[in-house]
């Protein structure tokens, strides 16, 4: 799951790198840990300290901040692993699974935005299309999701 996550994570910082000043993009690395987590049922406690790595390498490469993504990636994988597992099996659905990734990456950004602050509207139309990008993937993910579940099923 590390490597993985960590090419993640790299393919992260090379979009980020290819598009900075016209959008931010969204943290992938963040919605791969949750994938791992939940759909595909990895054990929590790996996944914090791989999330807490992923955090540290984006505060090095990018915020000057030591920490800072750290925190933010691994409260919001908590809450969002803890909201999944309050829903009953029946109810885990692709739309819950889609909408409690992207309350995730939400957090994770407005975590960004009070701790960091807003500098201009610039810097505020970013973050709102880097969340408009994020609904997106994250009803990609939901669908990926909904397919492995129906593979596994059939099995």
């Known amino acids: 799951m590390?490597?993985?996550?960590?090419?993640?994570?790299?393919?992260?910082?090379?979009?980020q790198v290819f598009f900075m000043g016209w959008v931010l993009m969204p943290d992938l690395f963040f919605m791969y840990m949750f994938y791992q987590t939940t759909a595909l049922g990895r054990k929590l406690p790996g996944a914090i300290w791989v999330a807490f790595l992923g955090g540290l390498?984006?505060?090095?490469?990018?915020?000057?901040?030591?920490?800072?993504?750290?925190?933010?990636?691994?409260g919001a994988l908590?809450?969002?692993?803890?909201?999944?597992?309050?829903?009953?099996k029946s109810g885990r659905t692709p739309l819950i699974f889609a909408?409690?990734?992207?309350?995730g990456h939400l957090c994770v950004a407005v975590f960004r935005l009070v701790v960091l602050g807003v500098t201009s509207q610039h810097m505020l139309h970013q973050v709102v299309l880097q969340q408009a990008y994020a609904v997106v993937l994250s009803f990609i993910?939901?669908?990926?999701?909904?397919?492995?579940g129906e593979k596994s099923n059939a099995s």
């Open 2 to 15: 590390m490597v993985t996550a960590l090419l993640m994570w790299f393919f992260q910082n090379l979009l």
């Open 57 to 74: 390498l984006w505060d090095l490469r990018w915020s000057s901040l030591l920490g800072l993504n750290a925190i933010a990636y691994v």
């Open 78 to 88: 908590m809450l969002a692993f803890w909201l999944w597992n309050l829903m009953p």
């Open 99 to 103: 909408s409690i990734m992207f309350m």
């Open 141 to 148: 993910f939901g669908f990926v999701f909904f397919k492995r």
